[in-house]
């Protein structure tokens, strides 16, 4: 029998630009997904989805044991900041806060699926009766 560690730290990170500033306009949205998922990459963090709208991202994140979801969050946040001002978009910051919430195994394709058709589940809520909805399914307080 092999005692080497395994883990499945499935994370669903949710965060918005400041004051909800729709800022990741058009094509710029696709460029900083695809610049996140490097970022999480050169961490040795896996993320198996990026997507969003104007003024939010969702990331589902596979964590090593020793990364913690805050570490991870900031390493994204911190990068693709600077990145979005590199690309001109000089009033760019994301929100203080984030959410970040667990995923089985068992929805990892649900999550993912989630993730990548914003734009329809958008058609129907805005973000902040979303994440009313997510604090509500894991149990947590709204503000």
Same mark, same amino acid.
């Given at each position: 029998?092999?005692?080497?560690?395994?883990?499945? @730290? @499935?994370?669903?990170?949710?965060?918005?630009?400041?004051?909800?500033?729709?800022?990741?306009?058009?094509?710029?949205? =696709?460029? #900083?997904?695809?610049?996140?998922?490097?970022?999480?990459?050169?961490?040795?963090?896996?993320?198996?989805?990026?997507?969003?709208?104007?003024?939010?991202?969702?990331? #589902?994140? =596979?964590?090593?044991?020793?990364?913690?979801?805050?570490?991870?969050?900031?390493?994204?946040?911190?990068?693709?900041?600077?990145?979005?001002?590199?690309?001109?978009?000089?009033?760019?910051?994301? %929100?203080? /806060?984030?959410?970040?919430?667990?995923?089985?195994?068992? %929805?990892?394709? !649900?999550?993912?699926?989630?993730?990548?058709?914003?734009?329809?589940?958008?058609?129907?809520?805005?973000?902040?009766?979303?994440?009313?909805?997510? @604090? !509500?399914?894991? /149990?947590?307080? #709204?503000?």
């Amino acid at each position: 029998m092999s005692y080497h560690t395994k883990t499945s @730290l @499935l994370v669903h990170c949710v965060f918005s630009t400041k004051n909800r500033s729709p800022l990741i306009r058009g094509e710029m949205r =696709s460029r #900083l997904w695809a610049y996140m998922g490097g970022i999480a990459r050169t961490n040795s963090i896996k993320a198996l989805a990026v997507g969003g709208m104007s003024d939010h991202v969702h990331l #589902l994140l =596979s964590l090593l044991p020793t990364m913690a979801p805050a570490k991870a969050i900031q390493l994204i946040k911190s990068g693709s900041s600077k990145w979005m001002h590199e690309q001109g978009v000089a009033r760019f910051e994301w %929100q203080v /806060g984030y959410g970040a919430f667990a995923v089985c195994v068992s %929805q990892m394709r !649900k999550t993912i699926h989630y993730i990548h058709n914003q734009e329809k589940h958008h058609s129907r809520r805005n973000f902040a009766q979303e994440w009313k909805i997510f @604090l !509500k399914a894991h /149990g947590l307080d #709204l503000d």
